[in-house]
């Protein structure tokens, strides 16, 4: 293993399948997402949402690009997960977003916001049973 890398092992795997199971979606874990990417969430409109995840990343590229600093390098996967669960319970899906958006500006915000509401959701739930 690389200095600096975060690797999920085969027990936290394990624990993280059952609480997307919990929340009424699967996780795939895989070696690369795309540019920058950690986790993501693909919500069909039937069927079940299914959020994918690095299964090894470095913490201090995460934290560079996204913040959250006050998340323990040792609960980034747990953080990660329940931040695209978020993205489902709050509904970012169902959110109208004008078109066409000639605006830059708006939408960085927008998406912002979104991603701000993640945070703070998967936050409250980070650590609870």
Do not use: C
Not at 61 to 73: A, F, L, Q
């Amino acid at each position: 293993m690389r200095k600096g890398v975060i690797r999920i092992t085969t027990s936290e795997k394990k624990r993280l399948k059952q609480m997307a199971s919990e929340w009424g979606v699967e996780v795939d874990f895989r070696s690369y997402l795309g540019a920058d990417m950690f986790a993501r969430i693909t919500i069909p409109s039937e069927g079940v949402a299914r959020v994918e995840m690095l299964e090894a990343f470095s913490p201090e590229s995460y934290y560079s690009k996204w913040g959250n600093r006050d998340v323990p390098e040792e609960k980034l996967f747990e953080f990660l997960l329940l931040h695209e669960i978020a993205h489902l319970k709050l509904e970012h899906h169902t959110q109208n977003i004008p078109v066409p958006t000639k605006d830059a500006k708006w939408w960085f915000r927008f998406k912002e916001q979104k991603e701000t509401e993640a945070d703070l959701w998967a936050k409250r739930r980070l650590g609870r049973p």
